[in-house]
Nanobody, 117 residues
Framework: QVQLVESGGGLVQAGGSLRLSCAASGSVFSIDDMGWYRQAPGKQRELVAVISRGGTTNYLDSVKGRFTVSRDSAKNTVYLQMNSLKPEDTAVYYC???????????WGQGTQVTVSS
């Protein structure tokens, strides 16, 4: 079992920055990929950024150059640095982890990010 707890969401003006954190606990030795998804009202959940166990990253096209995902293995924490935020970035952001070999997925509870114009 893996537990994920997000923090760092909030309200920010367009052009501002926020940093999300997701701390993992439990069977952290088995975690493979960690990443961030988001879901805006009336829309499907979408991948924002993911980082592999080895540090390889992948981003949603619309956030490339603005968002940076990073991982501190010693703290079992993944971060999402969000710069130059836009109103269309407004959503609930969810942390997700996958487990080696089994592919089992765990989700955090979500944190709201609201960008005002």
């Amino acid at each position: 079992q893996v537990q994920l707890v997000e923090s760092g969401g909030g309200l920010v003006q367009a052009g501002g920055s926020l940093r999300l954190s997701c701390a993992a606990s439990g069977s952290v030795f088995s975690i493979d990929d960690m990443g961030w998804y988001r879901q805006a009202p009336g829309k499907q959940r979408e991948l924002v950024a993911v980082i592999s166990r080895g540090g390889t990253t992948n981003y949603l096209d619309s956030v490339k150059g603005r968002f940076t995902v990073s991982r501190d293995s010693a703290k079992n924490t993944v971060y999402l640095q969000m710069n130059s935020l836009k109103p269309e970035d407004t959503a609930v952001y969810y942390c997700r982890s996958s487990i080696q070999f089994t592919g089992r997925i765990y989700w955090g509870q979500g944190t709201q990010v609201t960008v005002s114009s």
